[in-house]
């Protein structure tokens, strides 16, 4: 029989551990978990419930445990889950048939995200594929945060179906999401540093103006209500701090800047602004795209 391997990397998850180790207890063959020096009970949860803990150093963000954590893995496939995911049965079915006759070398799995209380279907929350499933030789994490995996062979995406998808208990609250972003932004930050990336003021009005332009538009965040439009407004936040950190790393280095360029920067934005204005309209708003098509006689 073909050995499954559960890999699950944590930091002071107390509240979401039991959650995730319940969902895959019937499933793996082992579990490893790899904490980053928590402050709480995790690795008293971790060890309960039978799985072999490892301790790897704090480093704010997951990716460098990741090859450490797959590496003390002893099964030929590997499943990775955080501690704020928990595997659904039709999921895990479907993953011991793809180990009996598997046509990929790894696999891209759906994942639901539940936010402020709520499955998000759009603004890219939805299907939000991630590999997770995958034979331990094909796959390999980079240290850098969000990295997208290293692969060789062949991959496959699995169906966006929810009974297909991780559950993902993602932020719970406005708090939650603000301390994540101030952190990966830091990092983010450094790493455009590293490799040379250089301020411009520019940066603070198209990078969120685009995100969020991306989000609620061109993403149909909002068709997610309320929920889209906070997302939405949160992630260009979250561009605006990344860029502001940029310039902070330059000592806040003063910027040659007039009003008549700013306004002209933000006209472009503004077209932008019109154009996926009309293209949500044409979409269904209100029933314009009929009235059109029935202006210009088109069935």
Known sequence: MTKISVVINTLNEENNLPRALASVKKFADEIIVVDMKSDDSTVDIAKKAG????????????????????????????????????????????????????????????????????????SRWWPDHNIRFFQKEFVSWSEIIHSVP?????????????????????????????????????LQAKGLVDDGYKFSW??????????????????????????????????????????LKVWQSEKFEE?????????????????????WQ???LLKGGGGVLQKIKRKLKIS
């Open 150 to 186: 290293m692969t060789q062979g062949k991959g496959l995406d699995l169906p966006a179906r929810e009974d297909l998808a991780i559950i993902h208990n993602n932020y719970e609250s406005i708090e939650q999401y603000i301390e994540r972003m101030n952190r990966y932004t830091t």
């Open 51 to 122: 799985a072999k803990v490892y301790e790897y150093k704090r480093m704010g963000y997951v990716e460098p445990a990741r090859n450490f954590a797959i590496g003390k893995a002893t099964g030929k496939w590997i499943l990775i889950i955080d501690a704020d995911e928990q595997l659904p049965k039709n999921l895990a079915k479907k993953l011991k048939e793809i180990v009996k006759n598997p046509s990929a070398n790894y696999y891209r799995l759906p994942r639901k995200n539940l936010i402020f209380g709520k499955w998000v279907k759009h």
């Open 202 to 243: 520019k940066d603070v009005i198209v990078k969120p103006t685009s995100e969020f332009l991306s989000r609620y538009f061109a993403g149909e965040g909002y068709k997610d209500g309320i929920h889209g439009l906070a997302l939405a407004l949160l992630q260009a936040f979250s561009e605006l701090t990344l860029y």
């Open 255 to 275: 910027k040659e800047i007039s009003v008549e360029r700013v306004i002209k920067t933000m006209k472009k934005q503004e077209s932008d602004l019109h154009y």
């Open 278 to 280: 009309a293209d949500t």
